[in-house]
Each structure stands twice: as structure tokens, then as C-alpha cells.
T-cell receptor, first 114, second 114 residues
Framework: GENVEQHPSTLSVQEGDSAVIKCTYSDSASNYFPWYKQELGKGPQLIID?????GEKKDQRIAVTLNKTAKHFSLHITETQPEDSAVYFCAASMGSGGSYIPTFGRGTSLIVHP | DAGVTQSPTHLIKTRGQQVTLRCSPKSGHDTVSWYQQALGQGPQFIFQYYEEEERQRGNFPDRFSGHQFPNYSSELNVNALLLGDSALYLC?????????????FGPGTRLTVL
């Protein structure tokens, strides 16, 4: 089955700095890569996603890049703010017709210091 | 538009007991997936329900069972509870006919087994 590795496990930055979280996946058939943000006591919330036919996607301060050859993808957050502090999960999945079942990484705890 | 809702929020049970968790999907969604999230880990896929049938299943024992109702809501049942079943149980909904098949998570049910 799919295996997703996520690094680092903890990331501490100063407000205004950039943050980068990296993930690798094992199954070259994976074609959908969502990123989730989970705040304390809440469920994961989708923040951005990318499909295998796209190399990069951006939404305001958040961007995701995908390298299919190397089987790795990354989340980039620019101009970090204290409210960005949370646990971030990457995931990889394959399928179609509603059968996407994501395999999650172990998460990165992002701490943004004011 | 209501998102995914889950009940109860918290639950405390003792070993050997049985528990039922409930989930209502996001409006317009027809597929429900259940995940187990242990402390400090990413969500682990339990199973997925579509058209009132279990469509896919992860690596969980038969003690974990589920049901989907005609209104697309779902239940997760766990029998003969073990201490290791203590976790946050997440429900996610999606729409088979959608363009993204993105899963949207509820806030979860925190289960503690004593």
C-alpha cells in the first residue's frame, strides 16, 4: 500500500518568515495530494490540494509543489502569522469516481512566534 | 450550509463495552469515510460507505463495523473495546460525482477507553 513520509515533525518560525513542509510518497499511481490543517480540538480542514497533472498550485500565502519523478511534494507558507500555528498533514491517494482514500503523513506541528 | 457533524463530542467507555458514533455528511455529499486518529498521528482509514454499502475497508478488525442510512448519514460501531481503541474518530464526507472527490472532515468524537 501507499506510504507517506512527512518532515519535519516540528517547525518553529518567527512571524513573517516562510515555512516549508516536505512529504514523499511510495506509490507512483497516486494522483491526488491534499494538505490539511488541524487546530487543537478540531478535525482536519483542507487548505490546498494538487493533482498529478499539475506541478504547482498557489492560493494567496499558500503554495504546493509536486515532483512526480522524485515522488515528493511540498507545502510552502509565506508571511506566516500566529494563526497559522497548527498541525499540518499531507496525504496521497489514487482512485477515481469518488474512491479517493488518502494515506496521511504523521503531521508537522507548525509554531509561529509573534 | 452545514458542514460535517459528528456526535457525541466526547465519550468514555470501559474495556469490553460497545460504542456507536454518528456522522451527518456535508449537504450534497453521498459518501462517508471513517478514520481513527491516535494522539500524535495522522488519520488512519477505517472504511468508506457509499449507497448504503461498505465500499472500501482499511486494515481494521471486524470489531469495527458501520452503516449508512438512506439520508447518507452514517454510524461507526466498535465492539469489545480495547484500551488501544482510545483515539479521535473522524468522519469525512465527499461526493462521488464531484470534480474533486475532496473529503471534508467533521470535528471528530474523542473516545476514551478505561
Amino acid at each position: 500500500g501507499e506510504n507517506v513520509e512527512q518532515h519535519p515533525s516540528t517547525l518553529s518560525v518567527q512571524e513573517g518568515d516562510s515555512a516549508v513542509i516536505k512529504c514523499t510518497y511510495s506509490d507512483s499511481a497516486s494522483n491526488y495530494f491534499p494538505w490539511y490543517k488541524q487546530e487543537l480540538g478540531k478535525g482536519p480542514q483542507l487548505i490546498i490540494d494538487i493533482r498529478s497533472n499539475v506541478g504547482e498550485k498557489k492560493d494567496q500565502r499558500i503554495a504546493v509543489t509536486l515532483n512526480k519523478t522524485a515522488k515528493h511534494f511540498s507545502l510552502h507558507i509565506t508571511e506566516t502569522q500566529p494563526e497559522d500555528s497548527a498541525v499540518y498533514f499531507c496525504a496521497a491517494s489514487m482512485g477515481s469516481g469518488g474512491s479517493y482514500i488518502p494515506t496521511f503523513g504523521r503531521g508537522t506541528s507548525l509554531i509561529v512566534h509573534p | 450550509d452545514a458542514g460535517v457533524t459528528q456526535s457525541p463530542t466526547h465519550l468514555i467507555k470501559t474495556r469490553g463495552q460497545q460504542v456507536t458514533l454518528r456522522c451527518s455528511p456535508k449537504s450534497g455529499h453521498d459518501t462517508v469515510s471513517w478514520y481513527q486518529q491516535a494522539l500524535g498521528q495522522g488519520p488512519q482509514f477505517i472504511f468508506q460507505y457509499y449507497e448504503e454499502e461498505e465500499r472500501q475497508r482499511g486494515n481494521f478488525p471486524d470489531r469495527f463495523s458501520g452503516h449508512q442510512f438512506p439520508n447518507y448519514s452514517s454510524e461507526l460501531n466498535v465492539n469489545a473495546l480495547l484500551l488501544g481503541d482510545s483515539a479521535l474518530y473522524l468522519c469525512a464526507s465527499s461526493f462521488v460525482g464531484g470534480s474533486t472527490d475532496t473529503q471534508y472532515f467533521g470535528p471528530g468524537t474523542r473516545l476514551t477507553v478505561l
